[in-house]
């Protein structure tokens, strides 16, 4: 295990934010292997820093306890899809929604983990954060549907939120099902069908 480091000093020529940035993204790493092969109560101070590499004294240098490593986890997929749709809604794409749809799919497909954590989730700690992140989802979702919607007349407010919790929670579980190998498609028919079906709801709640 690496030893502490004065705050401000470079090593080698590399700043300090950046060896601190690179241990943090080490500690997450350590974290989502660790829910994935041993579940929530595998993962503790040491454990983590000894699957890192890293001097427990880098914990708390990144995290004021365990609940914020796990939010962090949970924080960095979603800020990473939350970035890619984002230039996607910029680019001015004709269906941003489609687009939309597949960063999702190759987020979660291209590293199941977090999808296997959080589905599975017996922990209570992990369950809140499921739940958490279901209803930014849905939150998320919203303008796609009503931007889909309009195509067909106007979303009826009534039904947006039960739409969104319709298609985020069919969604996770089709992704689920797709990684642990149960559905017959291929990845490219996944993305076609889940648009296909984000459609049909925005067709259905126009009036």
């Known amino acids: 295990m690496t030893g502490p480091e004065i705050s401000g000093q470079s090593y080698g020529g590399v700043p300090f934010s950046d060896r601190q940035r690179s241990r943090r993204e080490r500690l997450l790493d350590a974290a989502l292997h660790l829910l994935d092969t041993a579940g929530a109560p595998g993962v503790t101070v040491r454990g983590v820093c000894r699957e890192a590499g890293l001097n427990n004294r880098y914990f708390y240098e990144n995290f004021a306890d365990l609940d914020a490593l796990l939010d962090a986890v ?66 998320a ?47 490219s028919e996944l993305v076609e069908q889940l648009t296909a079906l984000f459609t049909g709801v925005a067709r259905t709640i126009a009036r």
């Open 141 to 187: 979702l919203r303008p796609f549907l009503v931007a889909a919607a309009a195509e067909f007349g106007r979303a009826d407010p009534r039904m947006l939120d039960t739409a969104g919790f319709l298609l985020v929670g069919g969604w996770s579980d089709a992704l689920w099902a797709f990684s642990a190998g149960e559905l017959t498609v291929d990845r």
């Open 74 to 139: 949970v924080d960095r997929l979603e800020q990473s899809i939350g970035r890619r749709v984002a230039e996607i809604l910029a680019s001015g794409e004709p269906s941003p929604a489609d687009d939309a749809i597949a960063v999702m799919v190759s987020a979660f497909i291209d590293d199941p983990r977090l999808l296997r954590i959080l589905h599975t989730a017996g922990d209570p700690a992990l369950a809140r954060r499921r739940e958490a992140l279901l209803l930014r989802s849905v939150a």
